[in-house]
C-alpha cells in the first residue's frame, strides 16, 4: 500500500507544477481511464496510448499554456489509492478552468490499472469547447449536384432526413450580372433560377426553411425558401439601400436604410407584412447595416458609415427608438449576434480594403476586429473593444460573430493572410458577463470560412493549404474546436455550414464542377 501511495503521490506532485510525465509514466500499457458524467468528454478510454493521443493530450491543447493539478489528500487502501486535488489552468478562449477533481486509482504491479475522475461537469462544458476527440460529426457521404458556371453555395433548407434546397448565387457586387438559384437535395438538379437577383441577407427558419432577402433591379423582395423545394415571394418594396433580415418570435422582420432613417417591415409566418415603420436614427454616410433580435423581441441595429461611425440601437417593431448610441472610429462591416438568453454582440470588421466590397487595395490602415456586447435585459452596449488587427492581405476571409447557448460569444476570423504569413483561423470569446479574451489560433495554415451553432456545438468549415488564385481552394474539414477534425473533401472552395429542421449540422461546397451537400447523422 505504501508504495501504491508513494507511485501515485508522486505523479500528481510534479502535476501540480505542470509535469505530466511521471503520472503518464505510471500507466500500465492496458489502463484505463474513466471520466465521470455526461460532458462530452465522459466515457472510459481504453490502454495508456489511446488515453495519451485521445484524450490527454487533445485535453492539454485546450489550454493556454501550463495545466497543474495541486493534490490536497492522498488516501490509499487495499490497492486503491484516492486523490482530492484542485487544477489550475486557463483555456485557450481564455477562460479560467480551476476545477476540482477525485481520482480513484486501482495500482497493481507497480503501475496504475485504472482510474476513475470524478469532476465539476457544469465547468467542463462551460469551459471545454466542443466534444471529445472522436465524439465529432459524423457526416453522411456528399449529395452532388451539377454546378453552373462560377455558383457557389449561399444559403440552406434542409428538413429531416437529409433532404432540402441549396441556394447558390453566380456572382456577386461589383461584379454583375448576378443569377440566384435553388437546387434540390438529393437527385437533382432540380433547379430554379432568378436572374439579375442578389442575395443581401438570409435567415434560417424553425423548420430548417429560410428566409431570403434579395436584390431584384431596383426592390427589394423577402423570399421564402422551403425544405420541400417550394418557393414563395412574401414581400417586396422599392428600395435603394442597404438591407438585412432576422427572426423573432414566428415572424420575419426586413429592415433597409432610406435616406437618415431606417425602414421596418414584420411579416408574420401566418399573416401579412405590416405597412414599413420608421426608425429615425439619424444616420448619416450609412454603408453597412445588420439585424439582430433580441430575447424582448426587438429588432437590435448596427450601421456603420464610410467615415468611421458606428450606430447601435435597439428600437420596437413599430419602430420607436428604444436606446441609440453612437461609437467613433469603427468603419467596415458590421454583424451582430445573439445569444439564446438575450445577450447580444456586435462584431465590426475593418477588411482593411478600400470600398470594402472593392478590388482588393489597401487603405493603409491595416485590417482590425472590433466588438461590444451588451448584457441580458439591457439595452446599452459597452465600450469598444479592439480584438485583434491581423496584417493586411487580399484573400482574407470574413469575419464571423455566433452566439453560444452557454451565453458565450464567439468570433471566428482570419489571423496573418497569404501575404503576411502564417495563414491562420483565429477565435476570440466572450464569456458570459464579460469582454472577450485573448484569441487563440483554431487552426494553422488554414481559413474558417463558414460556421455554425449545431445542437449546441460549434463547428467550423475549415479550407486548409488553400491557394491564392482568383478561387480559393483546399482541403475542407469540419472542426469542432478541442475536437478532431473531420475531412469532407481534399478540393473545395465556398463552404457553407448551417442546420436542418432538427438541429443537425448541413455542409455544402463546391468541387470542380459540381455542388456537394452532407448532412452530420
Known sequence: MTESKHLVAEAFTALADGDGGPLVASLAPDARWTIMGTTPWSGSYEGRDAILATLLRPLMRQFDGRY?????????????????????????????????????????????????????????????????????????????APAVGGEVPVALAFGEGGRGVLVTQTSSSPYPPVTLATIRFPGGPHRTTYGSTELLDSVQRENGGVDLLVRHGRELVLRRVQPGGQVYDLWSARADGPG????????????????????????????????????????????????????????????????????????????????????????????????????????????????????????????????????????????????ESPRFGCGSSGALLLGRPDESLVALYQGGSYDFPPLLARMAVAPSGKRFG????LASDARADTATIARGRLLAGVLRKTTTNEVFTGALDVLEPGGTPKRLSDAAFAPLLGTDGTGAAVMAWRTDDRLLVSVDR
Not at 116 to 129: F, G, P, R, S, W
Not at 322 to 340: E, F, K, N
Not at 438 to 441: H, V
Open 438 to 441: 485573448a484569441p487563440a489560433t
Open 244 to 387: 438585412a433580415v432576422a427572426r423573432s418570435q414566428g415572424a420575419t422582420i426586413v429592415a433597409w436604410i432610406a435616406g437618415s432613417t431606417l425602414k421596418l417591415v414584420i411579416r408574420p409566418d401566418h399573416g401579412i407584412p405590416t405597412h414599413p415603420r420608421t426608425a429615425r436614427l439619424g444616420l448619416r454616410n450609412a454603408g453597412f447595416l445588420d439585424l439582430a433580435v433580441d430575447r424582448a423581441g426587438r429588432p437590435v441595429v448596427a450601421v456603420s458609415s464610410w467615415t468611421g461611425r458606428l450606430v447601435l440601437a435597439t428600437v420596437t417593431t413599430r419602430g420607436r427608438v428604444v436606446r441609440r448610441q453612437v461609437r467613433t472610429g469603427a468603419p467596415g462591416l458590421v454583424s451582430p449576434a445573439p445569444t439564446p438568453g438575450g445577450r447580444v454582440g456586435v462584431l465590426v470588421e475593418d477588411t482593411g480594403m478600400e470600398g470594402e466590397f472593392g478590388e482588393c487595395v489597401s487603405d493603409g490602415k491595416g485590417r482590425h476586429l472590433r466588438a461590444v456586447t451588451r448584457g441580458r435585459g439591457a439595452t446599452a452596449f459597452g465600450a469598444l473593444q479592439k480584438i
Open 68 to 144: 497543474a493539478s495541486v493534490p490536497r489528500r492522498v488516501i490509499a487502501e487495499d490497492d486503491l489509492v484516492v486523490v482530492e486535488s484542485q487544477g489550475r489552468a486557463l483555456t485557450a478562449t481564455g477562460l479560467r478552468y480551476d476545477n476540482r477533481y477525485c481520482f480513484v486509482c486501482r495500482v497493481a504491479g507497480g503501475r496504475v490499472r485504472e482510474v476513475t475522475e470524478y469532476l465539476d461537469t457544469e465547468l467542463v462544458t462551460k469551459a471545454l469547447l466542443g466534444a471529445a476527440p472522436g465524439a465529432g460529426a459524423a457526416f453522411s457521404p456528399p449529395s452532388p
